[in-house]
């Protein structure tokens, strides 16, 4: 059975510092998203990593996959309050468009 | 485009009503999927296709129907809802490209939930 397992659940921010995500998956994998999700909102594409050693950043936000190790991370530089929401990590191994999420992160960046 | 859209936005069901989600995209997007997401989990796949005619269960297929008649359209029914249905629903459409970077689009969800 596959999983996808992100850790922490939970992350609290403080302005200014620099937090790492993690997600783990149990089996190969074409490619690995990353979303942000705001409350009551629908989830927002921020990456989408295909090959092992893969980096892609976005302003504050960068992403890596390492598909020997099954892992992903998703760096969060300087966190500001924007960032506040929650992340997920999901996995397409069958490329087919059928996604195996991560249960998520909540981030709250606090002052 | 209106990208992935999805009706109704809010529905509040009695346990054993039947109902019927509306999901649509003009993309021209071959795949397409639908999810539930339920406090604290990430979203879970419920039925998905990969064109007109074709559709199969994913992970949690239980007390769902789907049919995918054309290529814009996936409608996903619930045949006699129960209170373990109360969720909210997306639906997504992949976009296949030739890089292999397929992004999903998702719709803005439907809020269900069952009394």
């Known amino acids: 059975e596959l999983k996808v397992e992100q850790n922490p659940l939970f992350l609290s921010m403080q302005e200014g510092k620099n937090y790492t995500i993690y997600c783990n998956y149990s089996?190969?994998?074409?490619?690995l998203y990353w979303y942000r999700q705001d409350p009551g909102k629908s989830l927002e594409s921020l990456f989408v990593?295909?090959?092992?050693?893969a980096v892609k950043q976005e302003g504050r936000l960068m992403a890596s996959l390492d598909t020997k190790a099954r892992l992903s991370t998703l760096h969060i530089t300087a966190a500001v309050h924007d960032l506040s929401a929650t992340y997920f990590c999901a996995v397409d191994p069958d490329s087919w468009g059928k996604l195996q999420f991560g249960a998520g992160t909540q981030v709250v960046v606090t002052p | 485009n209106a990208g992935v859209t999805q009706t109704p936005k809010f529905q509040v069901l009695k346990t054993g009503q039947s109902m019927t989600l509306q999901c649509a995209q003009d993309m021209n997007h071959e795949y397409m999927s639908w999810y539930r997401q339920d406090p604290g989990m990430g979203l879970r796949l419920i039925h998905y296709s990969v064109g007109a005619g074709i559709t199969d269960q994913g992970e949690v297929p239980n007390g769902y129907n789907v049919s995918r008649s054309t290529t814009e359209d996936f409608p996903l029914r619930l045949l006699s809802a129960a209170p373990s249905q109360t969720s909210v629903y997306f639906c997504?459409?992949?976009?296949?490209?030739?890089?292999?970077?397929?992004?999903?689009?998702f719709g803005p969800g439907t809020r269900l939930t069952v009394l």
């Open positions: 089996t190969t994998s074409d490619r």
């Open positions: 997504a459409s992949t976009q296949i490209s030739g890089t292999g970077e397929h992004e999903q689009f």
């Open positions: 990593l295909l090959s092992n050693g």
